[in-house]
């Protein structure tokens, strides 16, 4: 980007131009850090649970497993569906905009120009401009500029799937630690308490990554976190007492 283009975007080399790849990898962290908290209460609310009706650790450890392996895999699967629509629709976008182009690129080029208007740029500056970005790399410039895209940085659903099945099953481990290595008498309390630290920390992160407040965030999956352990434990105390289990 030339100095005379860096100087009416205030983009000095091009920081703009990259905002949209900066983006969706903050939204990738966060939704890594989501994928490991969902990890984290699912599998505790599951192994909790079946403490809760047995102090035997076969069945905790194969439930816990079981739960591991589903939640992992439902997680991928949930993502790469998602993220192969938002690739599908990028695509339809870059390959409608690279035939307009091609088809009429003086009425692309005006356009340009007059989304710089719209931002309050003079016309023989948006001109200007439109025409200098357009001379570098029409296609770029009018992704960016209109739909906010890369070309070079389309959405992988294969690495959005493999990122949330690592995420969930590296939460899933803490909870099944807390539940397996303490004494069956301290199983539930331990567990209880480092998924309820895990979730907060999880949440602050979160939070700070989306620019939200770190306390409310912690504080609202605390809560869900002791609701969702607190049903399951009882449940299985229930059917244990009950002689289900």
């Given at each position: 980007m030339s100095n005379a283009v860096s100087a009416v975007t205030g983009d000095p080399g091009g920081i703009i131009a990259r905002g949209g790849g900066m983006e969706?990898?903050?939204?990738?962290?966060?939704?890594?850090?989501?994928?490991a908290n969902d990890g984290i209460v699912s599998i505790a609310a599951v192994v909790v649970g079946v403490a809760g009706a047995t102090t035997d650790t076969a069945p905790i450890l194969l439930a816990g497993l079981a739960a591991s392996i589903g939640g992992a895999v439902s997680m991928a699967l949930g993502e790469y569906v998602s993220v192969s629509s938002q690739r599908d629709t990028e695509e339809e976008i870059i390959d409608h905009t690279r035939q307009a182009l091609a088809t009429d690129p003086a009425a692309e080029l005006a356009a340009l120009a007059r989304l710089y208007e719209e931002r309050g740029v003079s016309a023989p500056t948006a001109a200007a401009l439109a025409r200098e970005l357009s001379d570098v790399d029409a296609l770029?410039?009018?992704?960016?500029?209109?739909?906010?895209?890369?070309?070079?940085?389309?959405?992988?659903?294969?690495?959005?799937?493999?990122?949330?099945?690592?995420?969930?099953?590296?939460?899933?481990v803490l909870p099944m630690l807390a539940i397996l290595l303490p004494p069956a008498s301290a199983r539930?309390?331990?567990?209880?308490?480092?998924?309820?630290?895990?979730?907060?920390l999880t949440g602050m992160v979160a939070a700070g990554i989306g620019g939200s407040s770190k306390v409310r965030a912690a504080a609202r999956v605390v809560v869900g976190g002791t609701l969702a352990l607190g049903a399951t434990y009882l449940t299985g105390v229930l059917l244990g007492t009950a002689g289900v289990v």
């Open positions: 969706r990898r903050l939204n990738a962290l966060r939704a890594g850090v989501l994928g770029d410039a009018h992704l960016h500029e209109r739909h906010n895209l890369d070309r070079h940085d389309v959405a992988s659903p294969w690495h959005a799937a493999g990122a949330s099945f690592v995420a969930f099953a590296l939460g899933a539930v309390p331990v567990a209880f308490a480092a998924t309820l630290l895990a979730l907060a």
